[in-house]
């Protein structure tokens, strides 16, 4: 059965840490890797990784993915109060446009 | 350019009535998906529309949910009767059928069942 693992299922750090969040997969036909960050509303688009060892960079926000060790991480540098959220990851399914999510990560930033 | 469109944005009803959901995808987008999120859990699939066909409805409980996309655009999902554990977010999402593939999420319904 195709499934996608987060973790740590929450996290509470204070402004200006460093945060890694981690998001294994079991994907039958992996074709990609998607991230989400869901606020009080719905899940807004933040990487889509399909090759191992490129990172992808936004910002303060960096992903990377690992094709042989089937996980991805999320990286937020200087986090801040508005990263406060739950962080989604997604595997697509090759040839589908069928994709699997995690649980997510809930991300508190304090002031 | 619009979003994904969907109402109502919340619902309230008793056990036991029937509820319905619209949406309306990003204007090209032929891939629609409807998700079921509860508290604290990712989205999960409830059913999968390529067009107006629906291509995946695996995890839809056809007992009580159906849902439609007659022409191709916006999609109706439907609960008769509802049940108290039906209360959940329901998330409507769609995407172009080619790279890169992302989906883009409307703000969902969330539906309460007393």
């Known amino acids: 059965e195709d499934k996608v693992v987060q973790s740590p299922l929450s996290l509470v750090v204070h402004e200006g840490d460093t945060v890694t969040l981690n998001c294994s997969y079991e994907?039958?036909?992996?074709?990609?890797l998607l991230w989400y960050k869901q606020e009080k509303k719905a899940p807004t688009f933040l990487f889509m990784l399909?090759?191992?060892?490129i990172e992808k960079k936004s910002g303060r926000l960096s992903s990377i993915l690992d094709k042989k060790e089937l996980f991805s991480i999320l990286n937020i540098t200087a986090t801040q109060t508005g990263d406060s959220a739950i962080y989604l990851c997604a595997g697509k399914v090759s040839g589908t446009y069928k994709y699997i999510f995690g649980t997510g990560t809930r991300l508190k930033v304090l002031a | 350019e619009a979003g994904v469109v969907q109402s109502p944005r919340y619902k309230i009803i008793e056990k036991k009535q029937p509820v319905a959901f619209w949406c309306n995808p990003i204007s090209g987008h032929n891939t629609l998906y409807w998700y079921l999120q509860n508290l604290g859990q990712g989205p999960e699939l409830l059913i999968r529309y390529e067009n107006e066909e629906a291509v995946d409805d695996s995890q839809l409980p056809k007992d009580r949910f159906s849902a439609e996309r007659l022409k191709g655009v916006d999609s109706t999902l439907k609960i008769q009767p509802a049940e108290l554990g039906d209360s959940a977010v329901y998330l409507c999402?769609?995407?172009?059928?080619?790279?890169?593939?992302?989906?883009?999420f409307g703000p969902g319904t969330r539906l309460t069942v007393t």
């Open positions: 994907v039958t036909n992996f074709r990609s």
């Open positions: 999402a769609s995407s172009l059928g080619q790279f890169p593939y992302e989906q883009y």
């Open positions: 399909t090759s191992s060892g």
